[in-house]
């Protein structure tokens, strides 16, 4: 998206453009990736430019979904696109979800490996259900229910889990959890290697 306005404070007009609103990402360790998320309404403010900020950020960092709270935001909100998968199922899966809620989850626990924009160069394999029925606010709030299955379920409960305060690597056992200890705080103090701007914990 680009943006054109003009500013007259100084001599006459100076065209500045901005093209992205590329949002630094809340690392792991910050209490905003812990709260339990808020339900909005249309009156939300600013709605349109936090979902576009949204895009582009996800975008910036290669993200295949990413959750107001990494934002910063205690909003339950989130946004997927799964197209880098090349899922035959959902081959355009590109949403945005408002105020969602799982319904139910069913099928065989599957593993894969997950990742996370706040938790940068940790994969762990990550056990969950294959199905879910969801139901959420599209931008213009209009309710939806739909079933997902595959890699389009698997980010939907990944960004789903972050607006109920939960990260994947909540799901590892206690002595995985240990090993990654280090590489946990080192991510909090700001040392992960990213291509991407991040936002440290200011608890
Ligand atoms: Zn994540």
């Not at 979800?97 to 319904?103: A, R, S, T, V, W």
Request: glycine share 6%; net charge negative.
């Amino acid at each position: 998206m680009l943006f054109l306005f003009f500013n007259h404070t100084w001599k006459g007009f100076e065209r500045i453009e901005i093209n992205k609103m590329i949002l630094p990402i809340v690392a792991y360790g910050d209490a905003v990736l812990r709260k339990e998320t808020e339900n909005i309404n249309p009156d939300y403010p600013n709605l349109k430019d936090i979902i576009q900020n949204m895009w582009d950020t996800m975008y910036n960092a290669n993200g295949v979904g990413l959750a107001a709270p990494q934002i910063g935001k205690a909003i339950n909100l989130f946004i997927v696109d799964t197209t880098p998968f090349e899922d035959k199922n959902y081959p355009d899966f590109v949403r945005v979800f408002i105020n969602p809620e799982i319904l139910e989850e069913w099928g065989d626990e599957w593993e894969f490996e997950e990742g996370c924009l706040s938790i940068p160069n940790i994969r762990e394999n990550v056990s969950r259900p294959s199905n879910l029925r969801i139901k959420y606010q599209d931008e213009e709030f209009n309710w939806h229910e739909e079933e997902y299955d595959g890699m389009a379920a698997r980010v939907i409960q990944h960004e789903y889990d972050h607006c109920q305060g939960v990260l994947f690597v909540d799901y590892l056992s206690g002595l995985k959890k240990q090993l990654i200890k280090n590489k946990l705080s080192n991510i909090s103090k700001g040392g992960a290697r990213v291509d991407y701007k991040m936002r440290l914990p200011r608890n």
